[in-house]
């Protein structure tokens, strides 16, 4: 069965400091992994995916087979980055989304 | 607005008096789901459903059932909630297959005393 794994519950940073979480998974097929995000009174809304390859919000994210993660990374965290993020896998099949047990960013002023 | 709506989105219950979390999406997507959402313990899938009269268990199903008569519905029904079951719940829809975004409800908290 898939698991997937954030080891930081609480991740505190400064402002312009940058910031990574972290995210392992496990998974006997291949992948899909994606990141999620909650803002503080706000629905969980998807941040981005690793086969679009993109940066959303400076927000880049690789997916390391070799090592099974799929980490976070910002250069420079904002104040507004503040937020529950959360890792997850689907199945290769299917629509089924695994998650982590998030994270909780704090960037301080 | 493509939007998914649940309700209430605010609950206080006994033990044992049955309730339903309604959760309706406009988006015509196939797939459904719903999630609880604990500390520590992110984001456990309780039920989903792949599309009409299609459901099936998810990790955390003890003490819930669903059911999927219309496309666009998808309650959550605790036949006789217990303490334990005081949580965040989540709906979410999507496209079925490929790697679309899920799309998340606004959250029902669910109290029971």
């Known amino acids: 069965a898939q698991r997937v794994t954030q080891p930081e519950k609480l991740l505190s940073v400064f402002k312009g400091a940058p910031v990574e979480l972290k995210c392992n998974y496990s998974?006997?097929?291949?992948?899909?992994l994606f990141w999620y995000v909650q803002y503080s009174r706000q629905r969980l809304q998807l941040l981005l995916r690793?086969?679009s390859r993109e940066s959303i919000k400076g927000f880049t994210a690789d997916l390391n087979k070799g090592e099974t993660s799929f980490h976070l990374k910002k250069p420079f965290a904002q104040e507004e980055d503040s937020a529950m993020y959360y890792c997850?896998?689907?199945?290769?099949?299917?629509?089924?989304?695994?998650f982590g047990e998030g994270t909780q960013l704090t960037v301080n002023p | 607005e493509a939007q998914v709506t649940q309700n209430p989105r605010y609950l206080i219950t006994v033990t044992g008096k049955k309730l339903t979390v309604t959760c309706s999406q406009n988006?015509?997507?196939?797939?459904m789901s719903w999630y609880r959402q604990d500390p520590g313990l992110g984001l456990r899938q309780i039920y989903y459903?792949?599309?009409?009269?299609?459901?099936d268990k998810g990790d955390v199903p003890e003490g819930y059932k669903v059911s999927r008569k219309e496309k666009r519905n998808f309650p959550l029904i605790l036949e006789s909630p217990s303490p334990n079951q005081t949580s965040l719940y989540f709906c979410?829809?999507?496209?079925?297959?490929?790697?679309?975004?899920?799309?998340f409800g606004p959250g029902t908290r669910l109290t029971v005393t």
């Open positions: 979410a829809s999507t496209v079925a297959g490929g790697s679309y975004e899920q799309y």
């Open positions: 998974y006997s097929g291949s992948p899909e």
């Open positions: 690793h086969i």
């Open positions: 997850a896998l689907k199945e290769t099949s299917g629509s089924r989304l695994t």
């Open positions: 988006m015509n997507h196939e797939y």
């Open positions: 459903s792949m599309n009409v009269e299609v459901t």
